[in-house]
C-alpha cells in the first residue's frame, strides 16, 4: 500500500481551488505579448501610493521576522472599526481566517451551511478537516436565507455567508441580515465574509462590525486583496468576540501576515481617497461592461462586487477562443454555473478590449 491511500479519504477527495490563470502562464503558453487579465477581481488602479511609501519604508527589515501579534495593524482596524485588540485576527488573506474559523470549530460529523455558488474555499475548508457541508440551493443566484435557516440542525456549527457573493455578485440588505442573525441559534457562528464591502453602494453596507456587540457568534470578515490593491501581499481580518478571537488564534499559523502585508494594510487603511478612487472607477467600469453586455445580448446577474457573471452558452468553448486573444477572464463551472463566465471589471481600455473580444468571438 502506498503511504499516500492512508491520507483521509476527505482529504483525497479534494479538488483543490482553481485560481485564475497568470498572465504568465498564458505568455509561456500561447507566446501572447499584450495581454488582459481580468480573471481574479484585483484593483485595476494597484496599490495605494501610501501602502507602496510605506513597502519602500519597510524593506530594509527584511532579515527580521514579522510582529508575531501585527500590534499596529491591529491598531488600525481598532481605530477604523471601533473593536479592540482581542477582537481582531489577522489571516494571510481573508481565506486564512476563514480556515481558522473552521478549524476551531469543525469536526469529523460536525456540519457548516453554505449556499450554493458561494465562494469556493467555504467547501474547501469544510472537506479539509473531515467536516459535513450543507449546500442550500441558491434563489436567484444568491443566497435564500430562510432555506440556510431550515438547514441548520444540531450538529451545525458554523454558517458562511458571501455579501457580496463571488462569483455572482449578489447581495443582502442589511434588515435581512440581522432578520437572519436574530433567529441562528447562540450555538452556530455566522460568518459574515465581506471581501467586497467596499463596493456596496452606502444604503447596502451593513454596520456589521457594530453587530458584533449583540451577535456574540458573529464573525465578519474583510480583506485589502480587493479594493485596497494588496492581493499579492495577502493580507486579511476578522472582527469577533473575544473568545471566539481567542480561538481563531490559537490555530493561526506563527508569523502569518508579513511584514510587507501588515505595513502596506496599515497605510492602504488610512487611504480613504484611493478606496474612494477604486470604487467611483469601479462603478464607471461595471457600466461600461454590462451596457457592452445588454448590446451584445447575453445575460447577465446584477452583481455589487468588482466582476460581473454573465451567460454565454458554450462557457469553456468561449474562454478559450478568448486566451487566444490574450483576454483572461474566469470559467465558473466549478460554481455550479457552467453556461457562465465571471469578468472583473478593469480599466476602461481594459473593459473595451475585453468586449471587442467577445463580439469578434461570438460572431467568429
Keep these: 500500500m502506498d503511504v499516500c491511500d492512508l491520507s483521509p479519504g476527505y482529504v483525497r477527495a479534494i479538488a483543490p481551488y482553481q485560481p485564475g490563470k497568470p498572465i504568465s ?13 481580468l480573471a481574479s477581481n484585483e484593483n485595476p488602479l494597484g496599490p495605494s501610493p501610501k501602502a507602496l511609501a510605506a513597502i519602500q519604508k519597510a524593506l530594509p527589515e527584511l532579515a527580521r521576522y514579522p510582529d508575531g501579534n501585527g500590534f499596529e495593524l491591529k491598531a488600525a482596524i481598532c481605530r477604523k472599526f471601533n473593536v479592540t485588540m482581542d477582537q481582531v485576527v489577522l489571516g494571510n488573506g481573508s481565506n486564512d481566517v ?7 470549530f469543525l469536526a469529523p460529523g460536525i456540519a457548516a451551511v453554505y449556499s450554493q455558488h458561494a465562494f469556493a474555499v467555504y467547501p474547501l475548508a469544510v472537506q479539509a478537516i473531515g467536516a459535513k457541508g450543507i449546500e442550500v440551493p441558491a434563489r436567484n ?11 441548520i440542525d444540531e450538529d451545525t456549527r458554523i454558517v458562511f455567508i458571501a455579501n457580496p457573493n463571488n462569483p455572482t455578485g449578489t447581495v443582502v440588505q442589511p434588515a435581512q441580515l440581522l432578520g437572519f442573525l436574530r433567529r441562528v441559534p447562540r450555538t452556530v457562528v455566522v460568518v459574515l465574509d465581506e471581501a467586497y464591502y467596499e463596493y456596496l453602494p452606502q444604503d447596502m453596507k451593513s454596520a456589521s462590525p ?4 449583540e451577535f456574540p457568534n458573529l464573525v465578519v470578515t474583510r480583506t485589502f486583496s480587493k479594493a485596497y490593491g494588496l492581493a499579492a501581499l495577502r493580507v486579511g481580518f476578522a472582527l469577533a468576540q473575544p473568545r471566539i478571537a481567542e480561538l481563531m488564534n490559537r490555530v493561526r499559523q506563527p508569523f502569518n501576515v508579513n511584514t510587507l502585508g501588515q505595513v502596506a494594510a496599515t497605510a492602504a487603511l488610512d487611504d480613504a481617497e484611493f478606496v474612494a478612487k477604486s470604487v467611483a472607477l469601479n462603478r464607471a467600469g461595471m457600466m461600461q461592461i454590462t451596457t457592452g453586455l445588454i448590446e451584445l445580448k447575453l445575460p ?3 452583481s455589487y ?5 454573465f451567460e454565454v452558452g458554450d462557457a469553456n ?24 463566465l465571471r469578468v472583473s471589471v478593469g480599466l476602461e481600455s481594459e473593459n ?5 473580444a467577445l463580439r469578434e468571438v461570438l460572431a467568429a
Excluded: S
Aim: charged fraction near 20%; hydrophobic fraction near 50%; include cysteine.
Design 98 to 104: 476563514l480556515e481558522m474559523v473552521a478549524r476551531a
Design 352 to 356: 473595451a478590449r475585453f468586449l471587442a
Design 141 to 151: 443566484y444568491g443566497h435564500d436565507l430562510e432555506a440556510m435557516l431550515e438547514a
Design 305 to 309: 462586487g468588482n466582476f460581473v457573471c
Design 300 to 302: 447577465f446577474i446584477p
Design 210 to 213: 457594530a453587530w458584533i456587540g
Design 317 to 340: 468553448a468561449v474562454f478559450q477562443k478568448l486566451l487566444r486573444k490574450g483576454v483572461i477572464v474566469r470559467p465558473v463551472a466549478n460554481y455550479g454555473l457552467p453556461q457562465h
Design 25 to 37: 502562464e498564458l505568455e509561456r503558453e500561447l507566446g501572447l505579448t499584450e495581454i488582459v487579465k
